[in-house]
């Protein structure tokens, strides 16, 4: 991937910032419709942190970066609203603030540093339980540990990820997490993944994790990692194929056994019929049948958070 001033670009650069700009959408009218039905007690300010905002453009590519994408969908969030963009290139941070000036962001705070040192003063100095999304898209592999951070020291703050796999599977063997390891590193209860655009040799996706249910949005290509076909995006993406088919293999053992553990009972409510296997938080490639679950529907349904 082409290199400019530290930030990246390629061909897929622009279904990138088309994907952002979606998801920026999204979370922007879920967190509002939070604020509206929670009238009184609720601190109603969006936080936002992007950890490699760039020089605010992708010239090459014909895109705006993530900071401008962010400010256009900020401008129908109907709340109040801080952004902090995080730079540590000199040049871009010029190039930025150039950009920004022009917009007139009074609540935008640009940090010349390394978003390691950033991040967790304003996670500090942010208030509790702040609502939000931090935005992390580096050139090679995400820093999980201070996403970590984010998720224990502020829950609500929603985060995106934007990885290359292919980079993930080949960093695994000297000791770096896997995709799944990462996430579950990461510590939130739910994600999205998106489909990589074909023809990516990097098999760019994003990732977006809360600790909260929500549907698929499949137009997007992102879908939830504990539907069928998140399942299999993230096993694709996390896996190469002579491990998928060990995993299949394995898997069809464990099934075997969790069911009959269960002799055909829902080991939830215990009177319906099990029909369907739920894995367990961590359990996703784990062999153990103790990660698995047999439940009936009804109760399947239960456990994912989602309607019958």
């Known amino acids: 991937m082409p290199v400019t001033n530290g930030q990246g670009h390629s061909p897929m650069t622009p279904d990138k910032q088309s ?155 000297q000791g770096a997490p896997s995709l799944v390891d990462a996430m579950e590193m990461v510590g939130k209860e739910a994600w999205l993944i998106r489909e990589p655009i074909p023809g990516d040799r990097h098999d760019w996706t994003f990732l977006f994790g809360a600790n909260y249910g929500f549907g698929a949005w499949g137009s997007e290509r992102f879908y939830r990692t504990n539907s069928a076909r998140g399942k299999e995006i993230l096993e694709q993406l996390n896996y190469t194929k002579q491990e998928i088919e060990q995993l299949h293999q394995g898997l069809l053992f464990v099934k075997q056994a969790v069911r009959e553990r269960s002799g055909g009972v829902c080991e939830l409510c215990g009177t319906a019929e099990a029909t369907e296997i739920h894995h367990v938080k961590g359990g996703y490639g784990d062999l153990d049948p103790q990660k698995r679950m047999h439940l009936c529907h009804s109760c399947h349904c239960k456990v994912e958070g989602v309607d019958e």
């Open 19 to 173: 994907g952002l700009s979606a998801m920026l959408a999204l979370h922007m009218r879920v967190v509002a419709n939070v604020f509206r039905k929670n009238a009184g007690w609720l601190r109603k300010e969006y936080l936002y942190i992007d950890t490699n905002a760039g020089s605010g453009a992708n010239p090459e590519e014909g895109v705006p970066g993530s900071p401008l994408i962010f400010l256009d969908r900020v401008k129908s969030f109907g709340y109040p609203w801080t952004a902090h963009f995080i730079e540590c290139e000199a040049a871009n941070v010029h190039m930025l603030t150039g950009r920004l000036n022009g917009s007139r962001t009074p609540n935008v705070t640009v940090h010349h540093d390394s978003n390691v040192a950033v991040v967790p003063e304003i996670l500090r100095t942010a208030p509790a339980r702040s609502f939000g999304l931090v935005y992390m898209d580096p050139n090679g592999t995400p820093d999980w540990d201070l996403l970590s951070k984010v998720s224990r020291e502020q829950p609500k703050l929603d985060i995106l990820i934007r990885c290359p796999t292919r980079v993930l599977k080949r960093t695994r063997y």
